[in-house]
């Protein structure tokens, strides 16, 4: 249905010609079938409240450098919930253990609507292929449930690596 909103939305804007809307899976490998035309000449790729939303991120992640242009030619935008990384190093043992339950909490809250927050190890494995440039998180909150505060972010990365020095 949303595919339909969007045809519908390109052709009240008058971008018929302009734009082409796909239906795929984009953690398969026939993606790269459905758009040949594509791999390797795109300039930004974003993902937008989605990645959490794929069941294999890892998938996800390598088609989008792919589609992107190499060499820091291409820019890969992610806007998400995050999970914590290491926010309970350095607080007194029970305001730690506090912490890592209200992470637990907040992983398996969102889990039950097949919401998978961004996990450290996710960033870590896309630093590999890429140069960050930038990466904040903050705590929000989330419609209707002003107590859940969940870690929101944006990480913005370039296609290569960063040369050594």
């Given at each position: 249905?949303?595919?339909?909103?969007?045809?519908?939305?390109?052709?009240?804007?008058?971008?018929?010609?302009l734009v082409h809307l796909v239906e795929h899976d984009f953690t398969a490998p026939s993606i790269f079938q459905a758009l040949p035309?594509?791999?390797?000449?795109?300039?930004?790729?974003?993902?937008?409240?989605?990645?959490?939303?794929?069941?294999?991120?890892?998938?996800?992640?390598?088609?989008?450098?792919?589609?992107?242009?190499?060499?820091?030619?291409?820019?890969?935008?992610?806007?998400?919930?995050?999970?914590?990384?290491?926010?309970?190093?350095?607080?007194?043992?029970?305001?730690?253990?506090?912490?890592?339950?209200?992470?637990?909490?907040?992983?398996?809250?969102?889990?039950?609507?097949?919401?998978?927050?961004?996990?450290?190890?996710?960033?870590?494995?896309?630093?590999?292929?890429?140069?960050?440039?930038?990466?904040?998180?903050?705590?929000?909150?989330?419609?209707?449930?002003?107590?859940?505060?969940?870690?929101?972010?944006?990480?913005?990365?370039?296609?290569?690596?960063?040369?050594?020095?």
């Amino acid at each position: 249905s949303l595919l339909e909103v969007a045809q519908k939305r390109v052709a009240a804007a008058g971008l018929t010609g302009l734009v082409h809307l796909v239906e795929h899976d984009f953690t398969a490998p026939s993606i790269f079938q459905a758009l040949p035309f594509l791999e390797g000449k795109v300039d930004m790729l974003t993902f937008s409240y989605s990645l959490s939303m794929i069941p294999d991120k890892t998938a996800a992640l390598v088609n989008a450098l792919r589609f992107l242009q190499p060499n820091g030619h291409g820019i890969l935008g992610l806007a998400d919930f995050f999970l914590p990384s290491n926010e309970e190093a350095g607080l007194p043992f029970f305001l730690a253990t506090l912490r890592r339950m209200e992470a637990t909490f907040q992983r398996k809250w969102f889990e039950q609507d097949r919401v998978h927050l961004i996990s450290p190890a996710i960033l870590k494995r896309l630093d590999k292929a890429t140069r960050c440039v930038w990466d904040e998180r903050f705590r929000g909150g989330v419609p209707l449930l002003p107590v859940l505060r969940p870690y929101h972010g944006a990480y913005v990365a370039m296609t290569g690596k960063a040369k050594s020095q």
